[in-house]
């Protein structure tokens, strides 16, 4: 059973930074692409950032290029966030996911529905 637990988020200035952090247990986890997710209240969850089971290939949101950046540790078992440039409509529970069909995904998807476990998130709160 994988077990996936987000931590980092927090209250932060607009122009600030945050790390989030996925710890992933349960699973060889590094086969596997991650994505992180994040859902504002009254909205549909979306698609920030996610990335190839190597790490070799990512792909992100058009909201959030070139001021986030995933990576991931396999060694490690985590997936993180880092988040420059924080706007107030960044302003979201923020998931992490993990995708196990493929295995070796070179294309990390974006798609919500195509990710088979999700932690239970952290919020992520940016005031103006």
């Known amino acids: 059973q994988v077990q996936l637990v987000e931590s980092g988020g927090g209250l932060v200035q607009a122009g600030g930074s945050l790390r989030l952090s996925c710890a992933a247990s349960?699973?060889?986890?590094?086969?596997?692409?991650m994505g992180w997710f994040r859902q504002a209240p009254g909205k549909e969850r979306e698609f920030v950032a996610a990335?190839?089971?190597?790490?070799?290939?990512?792909d992100y949101a058009d909201s959030v290029k070139g001021r986030f950046t995933i990576s991931r540790d396999n060694a490690k078992n985590t997936v993180n966030l880092q988040m420059n440039s924080l706007k107030p409509e960044d302003t979201a529970h923020y998931y992490c996911?993990?995708?196990?069909?493929?295995?070796?995904?070179?294309?990390?998807?974006?798609?919500?529905?195509?990710?088979?476990?999700w932690g239970q998130g952290t919020q992520v709160t940016v005031s103006s």
């Open positions: 990335i190839a089971w190597n790490g070799r290939n990512s």
């Open positions: 996911a993990v995708d196990l069909n493929p295995r070796y995904r070179q294309t990390p998807t974006i798609f919500h529905n195509e990710y088979d476990y």
């Open positions: 349960g699973s060889p986890f590094s086969m596997y692409a």
